[in-house]
């Protein structure tokens, strides 16, 4: 049974630094492409970033890029999502999400894509 723990979300102040991690298990880690979306509350499910199953190739989306990074370590079969210069409106509870790909270099950024997911790390940023 694959399964996907987050950790690392907190209380910070804006222009501060965390870092969310993702460990997957169950399954072989290098199978799959991961993703991180954010939610709050009333409002959808929003895509943050993602990386293929090689760790090649990343992606976040526009509004976090240059502030947000995914890596990922095979070896401790962890996803990491490292934010940097933390605004009030990044406050949200943050999902990884793993989707076993046929790809080593794709990543995938629509929540529909993944079929597994963790149980999310609220990340609380004050101004």
């Known amino acids: 049974q694959v399964q996907l723990v987050e950790a690392g979300g907190g209380l910070v102040q804006a222009g501060d630094s965390l870092r969310v991690s993702c460990v997957v298990s169950?399954?072989?880690?290098?199978?799959?492409?991961v993703g991180w979306f954010r939610q709050t509350t009333g409002k959808e499910r929003e895509f943050v970033g993602a990386i293929s199953r090689s760790g090649d190739r990343s992606y976040c989306r526009e509004s976090v890029k240059g502030r947000f990074t995914v890596s990922r370590d095979n070896v401790k079969k962890t996803v990491y999502l490292q934010m940097n210069s933390l605004k009030p409106e990044d406050t949200a509870v943050y999902y990884c999400a793993a989707k076993i790909s046929g790809s080593m270099d794709i990543w995938y950024d629509k929540s529909s894509d993944y079929g597994y997911w963790g149980q999310g790390t609220q990340v609380t940023v004050s101004s």
């Open positions: 169950g399954r072989v880690f290098s199978m799959f492409a």
